[in-house]
C-alpha cells in the first residue's frame, strides 16, 4: 500500500529513467488518443476530478500506470496505490476505514489505484464492492488480462472499462526524445545523443512498451563510454541494449491469436495463417493443440469440397508423433496450407449441427423393421430386415429406399456446395 507523497520520493539518480520521465500532466502524455485525446471523456473526467471507478486494461508499458501518476498529481483527493499481488483484505480494509476518515472530516475522496487487479480472488474483490457502491472510494483497476475473462463479474459491473493500446512507433519516439532533451529528470545532463536509426530501432523492437524502450535507452547512455564530453548511441549500440522482445502469451492473447490463425484458415489466407501459426509456436503454443484445429477445420471449413485436406491434416498430426518438433513444423505448415487454399465448404458442419439438433430432441420413433439388425440368428422372429433392398443388387449399387425414421422421411442435412468435389457430388444427387 503506497499513499502517493511526492516529497518524500527516492533520490532521482536511484531512480530507473522510465519511473523518472513519467509524464506529469495529460499534456506530457503520449499515445491513447481515443482516451484523452482533446473533448475525450476519460480527459475531461480527469480533469474535472470527476473520474468514478474504472478498469484500465491493456498491454505492458502502454501507459496505465502512468496516467495513474499523472491523476494523483492533479487530483483534490487523496490517492493511494495498492498491488494485488502483495496486498490482501487485511490492508484493504485499512485504506477503506482511512478513507472513510478523509471523507467525514475533511470531505475529500479517496483514489484507489490497484495494479495487477485481475489478481485478486472473488473474496477480496467482494471486500470493496460496498465503499464502491457507497462512493467512499473510486477504484482504479489496472491490468494487462481482459477484465471480463480474469476478473470478478460484480467488479467489473460497477467499473467503466477503459482499453489502452500499444504505442505506436511514433510515440515511443516521442517519448525517447522527450526523455533525451530533459536536464532535470531525463539524460540531457549527460550529453547523450543518438543516431535517428538507433532512435527508430529501439522504438521499433520495443513494440508499443515506452517501458521497455526507457530501458533500453537508459542502459545504452549508462554503458557507453563518454568520448570528447558526450555519449553517442549508434545503431549497433541500440540493438545490442534492446533484446529480441518475447511474446506475452497471457489467456487473452493466447485465445486471440489462435482465433486469427483459425479464422485465417478459414478465409483462404495461407500468409496470414503461416503467420499466425509461427507466433503461437514462438509463444510456446503446444503443437499438438494447433494439429487438432488444423485437423478440426479440414472438415469444418473444407470437409467435401476437398476431401484431401483431411488426409493431410491428419497426416501431419501422425508425422508430429513420429518425428517431433522441430522438424514437424513443415508438416504442420503444409497442412495449414493445404486447408487454406483448398475450395472451402462448411455443408459437413451444418450438417452435423442440424442431425445433432434433431437427435438431441428425443423424438425419434423405433428404428424402421427394414433397417434393423439380421447379424444374430432368430432375428426373422422379429421381421428384423423386412423391406430392405440391398444396393449392391441394383444398377450402380445404388436403389432408392428410405433411411430415415418415421416422420423424417423428408429430411435433408448434407447440401453439397458448388466448389471443387462437391460439385460432382451436387450433379450425381440430383441426377433423376
Not at 529528470?185 to 530501432?201: F, I, P, Q, T, Y
Not at 545503431?235 to 502469451?249: F, H, T, W, Y
Not at 469440397?305 to 513443415?330: D, F, H, K, S
Amino acid at each position: 500500500m503506497t499513499l502517493f507523497d511526492f516529497t518524500n520520493e527516492p533520490k532521482k539518480s536511484t531512480r530507473p529513467l522510465a519511473d523518472r520521465v513519467r509524464p506529469r500532466n495529460l499534456d506530457e502524455f503520449f499515445g491513447q488518443e481515443h482516451l484523452i485525446g482533446r473533448g475525450r471523456l476519460l480527459r475531461r473526467a480527469i480533469q474535472t476530478d470527476k473520474l468514478t471507478s474504472s478498469i484500465f486494461y491493456g498491454p505492458p508499458g502502454c501507459g496505465k500506470t502512468t496516467l495513474a501518476h499523472v491523476i494523483a498529481q492533479i487530483t483534490k483527493s487523496d490517492f493511494v496505490k495498492m498491488n494485488a499481488v502483495t496486498s490482501g483484505v487485511a490492508e484493504m480494509r485499512e485504506v477503506l476505514k482511512e478513507a472513510k476518515d478523509a471523507q467525514k472530516m475533511y470531505g475529500r475522496s479517496t483514489y484507489l489505484l490497484l495494479d495487477e487487479c485481475h489478481r485478486w480472488n472473488k473474496a477480496q474483490s467482494d471486500s470493496i464492492l460496498p465503499a464502491i457502491e457507497e462512493g467512499l472510494i473510486r477504484f482504479i483497476g489496472s491490468t494487462t488480462e481482459n477484465p471480463m475473462i480474469s476478473m470478478t463479474p460484480a467488479i467489473v459491473s460497477r467499473c467503466r472499462v477503459f482499453a489502452f493500446y500499444p504505442l505506436s512507433q511514433e510515440d515511443v519516439e516521442k517519448t525517447l526524445r522527450a526523455a533525451l532533451m530533459d536536464s532535470e529528470r531525463g539524460l540531457k545532463s549527460l550529453n547523450v545523443s543518438m543516431d535517428e536509426d538507433a532512435l527508430r530501432h529501439i522504438a521499433r523492437i520495443a513494440r508499443g512498451d515506452a517501458r521497455m524502450a526507457l530501458n533500453a535507452l537508459e542502459l545504452a547512455a549508462l554503458s557507453t563510454p563518454t568520448q570528447q564530453g558526450s555519449i553517442r548511441i549508434t545503431l549497433a549500440i541500440a540493438e545490442d541494449s534492446i533484446q529480441k522482445p518475447q511474446v506475452r502469451c497471457d489467456d487473452t492473447l493466447f485465445y486471440d491469436m489462435l482465433s486469427a490463425f483459425c479464422k485465417s484458415m478459414r478465409g483462404s489466407d495461407s500468409d496470414a495463417a503461416l503467420l499466425w501459426f509461427s507466433r503461437l509456436l514462438y509463444a510456446g503454443a503446444d503443437p499438438r493443440m494447433l494439429s487438432r484445429r488444423i485437423i478440426a477445420h479440414a472438415s469444418e471449413d473444407v470437409g467435401m469440397a476437398n476431401p484431401q485436406a483431411m488426409v493431410q491434416a491428419v497426416t501431419a498430426a501422425q508425422a508430429l508423433v513420429l518425428i517431433g518438433m522441430p522438424e514437424a513444423r513443415l508438416n504442420l505448415a503444409q497442412a495449414v496450407i493445404a486447408v487454406c487454399e483448398s475450395p472451402k465448404s462448411d455443408s459437413v458442419s451444418t450438417a452435423m449441427v442440424c442431425a445433432k439438433e434433431d437427435a438431441e430432441k428425443g423424438e425419434l420413433g423405433a428404428v424402421p423393421l427394414r433397417l434393423r439388425d439380421t447379424h444374430y440368428a432368430g432375428h426373422e422372429r422379429f421381421n428384423n430386415g423386412d423391406g430392405y433392398l440391398y444396393p449392391h443388387d441394383f444398377e450402380g449399387h445404388w436403389v432408392k429406399q428410405d433411411y430415415m425414421p418415421e416422420g423424417y422421411e423428408d429430411t435433408v442435412y448434407y447440401e453439397p456446395g458448388t466448389l471443387g468435389y462437391e460439385k460432382d457430388i451436387q450433379k450425381r444427387k440430383n441426377a433423376p
